[in-house]
């Protein structure tokens, strides 16, 4: 059974520019979590989608969006990049159906640099 | 408010030592579950166990260890007879079922076991 993968692995963007990141679950996952890896805030919660609809919301600015395509595929946007938003962004996946008991299963994450 | 403590920052030990992880956790919901992640170096978060909030008993996996006590607001994970491959960064968390679906994770811990 593949686990969740995340593309791509690394980039590199500068200020101002804007990045999307891609994340596959687990087949037959119906959930999909985001979260920002970074030294200073720890792991921080982004955003989570269900059946392609956003079911809940961390603390971050408009800057950061995400959508999620019918087959459970999700993607993240950072717009206008900030040195700040330099970090390791985590998708996890879950089958979703219990909100509080599912297990995440998490990606390698994707490793962002910004100049 | 949700919140995760991991006192320990960083953990040496040398090989065959037992170590334990400290957390504490806080919430008002009388519904809630808590985690441990393991985070080796190549970044991807790895389940380890999930407790809920109704289920004090302690559990013993192979070398790992977890003790859970309401009274103390505590879930510590003990590794007995460390191992080198045992080094990584280890988190706990917590999802509390009215706060939604997001995990709060604490800080975590860096564990060093050398040979």
């Known amino acids: 059974k593949a686990g969740v993968t995340q593309t791509p692995r690394y980039l590199i963007k500068t200020r101002g520019q804007q990045v999307t990141l891609s994340c596959s679950p687990i087949?037959?996952?119906?959930?999909v979590s985001w979260y920002q890896q970074t030294p200073g805030q720890g792991l921080q919660f982004l955003f989570e989608?269900?059946?392609?609809?956003?079911?809940n919301k961390g603390n971050f600015p408009g800057r950061f969006s995400g959508r999620q395509f019918s087959n459970s595929r999700s993607e993240m946007n950072v717009s206008t990049l900030e040195l700040g938003d330099s970090a390791l962004y985590l998708c996890?996946?879950?089958?979703?159906?219990?909100?509080?008991?599912?297990?995440?299963?998490f990606g390698a994450g994707s490793r962002l640099t910004v100049l | 408010a949700q919140k995760v403590t991991q006192a320990q920052t960083e953990i040496s030990v040398v090989e065959k030592e037992d170590v334990t992880l400290d957390c504490v956790y806080e919430?008002?919901?009388?519904?809630?579950?808590l985690f441990w992640y393991k985070q080796p170096p190549s970044g991807e978060l790895v389940f380890l166990i999930r407790?809920?909030?109704?289920?004090?008993q302690n559990e013993i996996s192979g070398r790992y260890s977890w003790n859970f006590q309401k009274s103390t607001s505590s879930f510590n994970f003990t590794i007995t007879a460390s191992q080198v491959v045992d080094s990584a960064v280890y988190f706990c968390?917590?999802?509390?079922?009215?706060?939604?679906?997001?995990?709060?994770f604490g800080k975590g811990t860096t564990l060093s076991v050398s040979s």
């Open positions: 407790r809920n909030s109704f289920d004090e």
């Open positions: 996890a996946s879950s089958s979703g159906q219990s909100a509080g008991a599912n297990v995440l299963t």
């Open positions: 989608y269900f059946s392609e609809t956003q079911r």
């Open positions: 968390a917590l999802k509390a079922v009215q706060a939604g679906t997001a995990l709060i």
């Open positions: 919430t008002r919901d009388t519904t809630y579950y």
């Open positions: 087949s037959g996952h119906r959930s």
